[in-house]
Each structure stands twice: as structure tokens, then as C-alpha cells.
């Protein structure tokens, strides 16, 4: 049996509902929106798998500058590549190795062919490479000076309201956005989630301008995770970047 991995873009319908702290006027408003919409296919595209495709992990459409050919592009940990495949043919187009230095990136952001940023939360790193796999820059996604060559031996300590900082964690739902001079990606508190200042003080969006290097974090979680008599921890410490 041939397996294809299939990326469907769909077309949803949204709205805008003011929400009541209460967990279960929550829990309804969501049931009603569900019941009342449904997802509507656009367009799909299918890759075979192969010796050299997976079936996991970071992807982004992408169109060239001169709009004159639009590709998919996955990012392959195995293989340690960013491979393209033609869109909507999906047949497989070419890779781009990724240069040492990069550590392991979870997610990357095309803005062009010669600047493809790459994430690596693990290491508290952004890396910029052009379209031959060059490293051109590297930036720290942390703020204070911990050595993150060494961070397995000696990690940055736990954030505090005075001293923040958080790990980048980007994902399909929540890509990465470059906006003319800054870099905006979604992210975890660098902290215990089974504290309560976990949620108290916790931020899921960090800004890096490219220029300066400067760093901040916003978007700090809704009053309804606060509140721990209504929300357990675990329960939403994967879906940190929710936002209402």
C-alpha cells in the first residue's frame, strides 16, 4: 500500500465570541461552535513517502520571489535537510543540507530562498542560512549571558517575573513571523509548569529584532489558566500558546 503524507489547506469560518471566565461557559461556547461549523477541503497536496520523505515534522508553502514557482518545503531531522517538492505536482525539486553549527532545529521560516531562518528552542538558538546551506548568522534567544554551547551542563536558571526568559517552540499551527526588522515566535515559560507562577507570569510570544538583537516576550496567558482552581497545569502545557 503506497502512503502519501498529505498537507490540506482548508478554509475556516471564524468568529468572535466574548467568553465568560467560567470554565463551563467555555466548554459550551466551544461545543456550539463546533456543532455549527464544519471544515471545508481548498486544496491538497500528496507526497509519496520514500527512502528520503517523512511523514513528520515542520513543513511551509513557499513561493518564489518572481512568483514564478511554488514549493512545499519540509524539514527532515533524519536526514538533517530541508527538502522542497513542487507544488501542486508534488514531485520532489531539491535540499538544502543543513551546515554545522545550526544544532537541532524544530522549525524554520523561508523568508527567502537566501534567508531561511531555523529554530532550535533546545539551544535557545536562531540561525539564518541562504539557499546553499551557509550559515550566515546566529542569534541567542535568551537574554541573559549563559553559554548555550554548554547549556545541557550549565542551562540558563529557571525564569522569575525580574530575571524572564522562555524557549522557543514553533509549530505548524503557530509558524514563525518575520515583520519588516523582528521575528516573532511562540514559546514556553523556562519554568516549573506545576507552579503557580507558571501561568501568573508566563508569556507564549517572544520578539527578536534582527537589527539589535533585543528581546522581549508578550502575550501573557488568559485569566482562565491563572485561575488553577479551574485549569490543571498539564492539561494545557502543550497548547501554552493559546490566546482568547
Not at 467560567?22 to 463546533?34: C, E, M, Y
Not at 530562498?113 to 531555523?118: A, E, F, N, P, T
Not at 546566529?138 to 522562555?166: F, G, M, S, V, W
Request: charged share 20%; glycine share 4%.
Amino acid at each position: 500500500i503506497t502512503k502519501f503524507y498529505t498537507l490540506t489547506l482548508i478554509s475556516i469560518l471564524v468568529v468572535c465570541a466574548k467568553c465568560s471566565n467560567s470554565s463551563d461557559t467555555h466548554q459550551n461556547h466551544l461545543r456550539k461552535f463546533v456543532d455549527s461549523h464544519s471544515l471545508i477541503e481548498d486544496r491538497k497536496i500528496s507526497i509519496p513517502l520514500d527512502s528520503i520523505t517523512i511523514n513528520v515534522g515542520a513543513f511551509q508553502y513557499f513561493s518564489n520571489q518572481l512568483g514564478q514557482a511554488d514549493y512545499i518545503a519540509l524539514l527532515n531531522n533524519n536526514s538533517n535537510k530541508l527538502q522542497f517538492y513542487k507544488w501542486p505536482s508534488g514531485n520532489y525539486y531539491k535540499a538544502i543540507s543543513l551546515p554545522d553549527g545550526v544544532g537541532s532545529p524544530s522549525h524554520f521560516y523561508i523568508q527567502s530562498l537566501d534567508s531561511i531562518y531555523l529554530v532550535d528552542g533546545h539551544y535557545f538558538r536562531l540561525s539564518l542560512i541562504d539557499s546553499t546551506g551557509m550559515l550566515l548568522k546566529t542569534y541567542r534567544l535568551l537574554i541573559d549571558q549563559t553559554d548555550y554551547e554548554n547549556i545541557e551542563k550549565h542551562p540558563p536558571p529557571l525564569a522569575t517575573a525580574q530575571k524572564y526568559c522562555a524557549t522557543a517552540v514553533p509549530d505548524n499551527r503557530n509558524p514563525i513571523q518575520v515583520i519588516r526588522d523582528s521575528i516573532f515566535i511562540r514559546c514556553y515559560p523556562w519554568m516549573d509548569p506545576f507552579k503557580d507562577e507558571y501561568f501568573q507570569i508566563g508569556k507564549v510570544k517572544l520578539s527578536l529584532n534582527l537589527k539589535t538583537n533585543h528581546i522581549s516576550y508578550f502575550m501573557p496567558y488568559p485569566d482562565m489558566f491563572k485561575d488553577k482552581t479551574e485549569t490543571y497545569p498539564t492539561q494545557f502545557y502543550n497548547e501554552s500558546c493559546t490566546y482568547n
